[in-house]
Nanobody, 126 residues
Framework: VQLQVSGGGLVQSGESLRLSCAASGLTFSRYDLGWFRQAPGKERDVVAAINWSGGITYYATSVKGRFTISRDNAKNTMYLQITSLNAEDTAVYYC????????????????????WGQGTQVTVSS
């Protein structure tokens, strides 16, 4: 199984960016997916998640309204569209996959993720 993350880089504050996570070696539609980020000196946190069908999403409070998660099961790819980037978005961004949940309660996006991508650095300069 491989999750290949792409799309990071150095951007100016206020600009937009789209990250991609291309999966191989797994039945993509059987997995819920998440985007995580880890800033220097901080823990890795989930910023957005999407269920297997794309019909249910989660966003961390800090990114609501600026981040949009989506997936294309036909292309085995997940995306994270980020707008209005600011310095606090500077981090390494990871994608991850976990076996799809049986039910989608309040914390469905949490739990153990089975597979992780390698991460991509996003640096926002002011």
């Amino acid at each position: 199984v491989q999750l290949q993350v792409s799309g990071g880089g150095l951007v100016q504050s206020g600009e937009s960016l789209r990250l991609s996570c291309a999966a191989s070696g797994l039945t993509f539609s059987r997995y819920d997916l998440g985007w995580f980020r880890q800033a220097p000196g901080k823990e890795r946190d989930v910023v957005a998640a999407i269920n297997w069908s794309g019909g249910i999403t989660y966003y961390a409070t800090s990114v609501k309204g600026r981040f949009t998660i989506s997936r294309d099961n036909a292309k085995n790819t997940m995306y994270l569209q980020i707008t209005s980037l600011n310095a606090e978005d500077t981090a390494v961004y990871y994608c991850a996959a976990k076996t799809r949940s049986r039910a989608y309660g309040n914390n469905w996006y949490a739990g153990v993720y089975d597979y992780w991508g390698q991460g991509t650095q996003v640096t926002v300069s002011s």
